[in-house]
């Protein structure tokens, strides 16, 4: 069975860059998740959606942060403008059902805001 | 609102001794659901154990045993006779069923022990 894709592995980017990371989860997965995992923390959930649906985006912020699922399969990140604290590995996740169950995670994104 | 405190940031043992990572949760939910996940340095986190606020028994699986006490309210985990592949960051987490989240159970992790296996 193959895992969570992600891609790019890594990112470097200047602050007020605009930057977009892709994630392909397990096939048959409803849920999808994006997290956000600063250094010496634990990862943050930024978005999470049922299909091609937002269950909570309660964390995300909107004002620089997008994210979208088109067709209920893969799914895409995006910063505009990055801040410094932007910086941090972004991980997607994806579970069956999202009730209450295992997460399958990618392997993360780096990203450095210089 | 939920809480996981992971308060070990780090701990470092000799191969083949056994390590205990604690895990404190805080929840005023009844029905919740602990985990812990294993984060390597490939970044990937790997799933290790669910368990639910109604089964209190203890789980063994090979060299890796949790202590779920809702009275303390911790779920710690126990790795015996420990090995250089266990080397990694682990990762206790809550989610929690309420009517008015059910649906959209939200994994609230905490911090993370980075456990460092010395050969």
């Known amino acids: 069975e193959a895992g969570v894709a992600q891609s790019p592995r890594y990112k470097i980017i200047e602050k007020r860059q605009s930057v977009a990371f892709w994630c392909n989860p397990i096939?048959?997965?409803?849920?999808l998740y994006w997290y956000q995992q600063i250094l010496g923390q634990g990862p943050k959930l930024l978005i999470q959606?049922?299909?091609?649906?937002?269950?909570?985006d309660s964390q995300l912020p909107k004002d620089r942060f997008s994210a979208e699922r088109l067709k209920g399969v893969d799914s895409t990140l995006k910063i505009q403008p990055a801040k410094l604290e932007d910086s941090a590995v972004y991980l997607c996740?994806?579970?069956?059902?999202?009730?209450?169950?295992?997460?399958?995670f990618g392997s993360g994104t780096q990203l450095s805001v210089l | 609102a939920q809480k996981v405190t992971q308060a070990q940031t780090e701990i470092s043992v000799v191969e083949k001794e056994d390590v205990t990572l604690d895990c404190v949760y805080e929840?005023?939910?009844?029905?919740?659901?602990l985990f812990w996940y294993k984060q390597p340095p490939s970044g990937e986190l790997v799933f290790l154990i669910r368990?639910?606020?109604?089964?209190?028994q203890n789980e063994i699986s090979g060299r890796y045993s949790w202590n779920f006490q809702k009275s303390t309210s911790s779920f710690n985990f126990t790795i015996t006779a420990s090995q250089v592949v266990d080397s990694a960051v682990y990762f206790c987490?809550?989610?929690?069923?309420?009517?008015?989240?059910?649906?959209?159970?939200?994994?609230?992790f905490g911090t993370g022990t980075r456990l460092t296996i010395i050969p």
């Open positions: 996740a994806s579970s069956w059902t999202g009730r209450n169950e295992k997460l399958f």
């Open positions: 096939s048959g997965h409803a849920t």
């Open positions: 959606f049922q299909n091609n649906g937002v269950v909570d």
């Open positions: 929840t005023r939910d009844t029905t919740y659901y």
């Open positions: 368990r639910n606020s109604f089964d209190e």
């Open positions: 987490a809550l989610s929690a069923l309420t009517i008015s989240n059910f649906g959209n159970e939200k994994l609230t």
